[in-house]
């Protein structure tokens, strides 16, 4: 079992960064691929970043160059770094884990566990 909490939402201007945080309960972190997912407003759960044990990451098309995922094993922690933001990457960003996931699949049913979400709003 994996308990799962971000933080680090909220509300910042078109251009600016936040970073969000997830803290990740279990002794076995380090063999899940985490990830990070973003769902707006009538709009579906969508996949934003994925890092494997193995450190490799993915991105979103729309975010690459913009954001980047990262983990910290020793503090169960993974983190997403935004620069540059947007008014659409305005949503309630998720923090989940997957056991044994490949890279490169990005739909949420892949992934075992779920945070509660916090929002991220990007004014114009």
């Known amino acids: 079992q994996v308990q799962l909490v971000e933080s680090g939402g909220g509300l910042v201007q078109a251009g600016g960064s936040l970073r969000l945080s997830c803290a990740a309960s279990?002794?076995?972190?380090?063999?899940?691929?985490m990830g990070w997912f973003r769902q707006a407003p009538g709009k579906e759960r969508e996949f934003v970043a994925s890092?494997?044990?193995?450190?490799?990451?993915d991105y979103t098309d729309s975010v690459k160059g913009r954001f980047t995922i990262s983990r910290n094993n020793g503090l169960n922690t993974v983190s997403l770094q935004m620069n540059s933001l947007k008014p659409e990457d305005t949503a309630v960003y998720y923090c989940?884990?997957?056991?044994?996931?490949?890279?490169?699949?990005?739909?949420?049913?892949?992934?075992?566990?779920w945070g509660q979400g916090t929002q991220v709003t990007v004014s114009s």
């Open positions: 279990g002794r076995t972190f380090s063999s899940y691929t």
């Open positions: 890092i494997t044990r193995s450190l490799s990451t």
């Open positions: 989940a884990a997957a056991n044994l996931l490949p890279l490169g699949y990005v739909q949420p049913s892949g992934y075992d566990y």
